[in-house]
């Protein structure tokens, strides 16, 4: 006897049940990766070579320190970082501007405050100084943004002439921001005239 052989078609054979998009569990490793990714693009990176030049990977060409320096002044958000061993070089390369303008006739910093700072270093207050810095360098963007937006429209000569002249706005900006730096100071003293003496008083001691 011949057995009756029945073929099924497509329609007869039964669909694999769709997940649900419920049932799709998100991956948060997978959502973190692809927002440092995202972080990473919007970041302008920048290669140091062997040779010392610079490629900005942006632009697809090579750069010099003054190209490096208008990023700065056009506060673009960069990194650069060795060709071969990705190692982030970015302060260098802004110690080194820095550098360059303190060599190119009208230097910020004289020997006395340079001295002072490298002295800092190793020091138990090195920590603290360099916040104070940074805070004190931050209020002064302040400050020059203020002034910058209340003297819009005037003349580079004007803007000189009232800078020279001291005016009541400059010396009250001026007053301010110093006061705001003794505040600063005085908070940091006392910060660490307490972690000396909880310090101390673990060694059953006194300041």
Do not use: C, H
Not at 42 to 62: F, G, H, M, Q, V
Not at 154 to 176: C, I, R, T
Request: net charge positive; proline share 3%.
């Amino acid at each position: 006897m011949k057995r009756n052989t029945v073929q099924k078609t497509k329609s007869d054979i039964p669909a694999a049940p769709r997940r649900s998009a419920k049932a799709v569990k998100a991956d948060p490793a997978a959502d973190t990766a692809a927002t440092a990714a995202g972080a990473e693009q919007a970041l302008r990176i920048i290669k140091k070579y062997p040779n010392r030049r610079l490629y900005d990977t942006t632009t697809s060409s090579y750069i010099t320190l003054t190209d490096v320096r208008a990023l700065v002044m056009s506060r673009s958000s960069f990194a650069v970082r060795d060709a071969k061993t990705n190692e982030d070089l970015t302060r260098a390369i802004l110690l080194q501007i820095i550098l360059e303008e303190e060599a190119g006739g009208a230097p910020m910093f004289t020997e006395q405050v340079l001295a002072n700072i490298i002295r800092f270093y190793g020091n138990a207050m090195q920590g603290f100084m360099g916040t104070y810095l940074e805070k004190n360098v931050q209020t002064l963007m302040e400050l020059q943004s203020k002034l910058t937006e209340q003297s819009k429209g005037l003349s580079p000569e004007v803007w000189a002439q009232f800078l020279n002249q001291q005016s009541p706005l400059v010396q009250g900006a001026m007053g301010s921001y110093l006061e705001q730096s003794k505040q600063l100071f005085t908070q940091m003293q006392d910060q660490l005239q307490k972690q000396s003496t909880q310090m101390l008083s673990g060694f059953g001691l006194k300041l």
